[in-house]
């Protein structure tokens, strides 16, 4: 499978954002960090939207932004249930 500028715009596009979210809800928003799995589906949502209800590609992109949600998940949690302790 060759790497397509295509293919990293949306690697790019599936990494960034959540961590983006995590990291700025971590420093400010600590309380409301459980959010940011929904934050994360929303964007997901918008910048896919095309390619989520495209056909051929709906398996692969379904399949990538459930990972996605299961990381930013344990992230936000694990991060969330540290603050509850200290």
Not at 3 to 16: C, E, Q
Not at 38 to 60: I, K, M, N, W
Request: charged share 15%.
């Amino acid at each position: 499978m060759e790497l397509t500028p295509t293919l990293i715009l949306n690697l790019a596009l599936l990494i960034v954002p959540p961590v983006a979210l995590v990291l700025v809800f971590r420093q400010w928003l600590a309380r409301h960090i459980r959010w940011t799995v929904a934050l994360t589906a929303l964007c997901d949502v918008l910048l896919f939207c095309d390619e989520l209800f495209y056909y051929e590609s709906f398996g692969l992109f379904a399949v990538l932004i459930l990972v996605q949600l299961a990381a930013t998940g344990v992230a936000a949690f694990r991060i969330y249930y540290k603050q509850r302790k200290g």
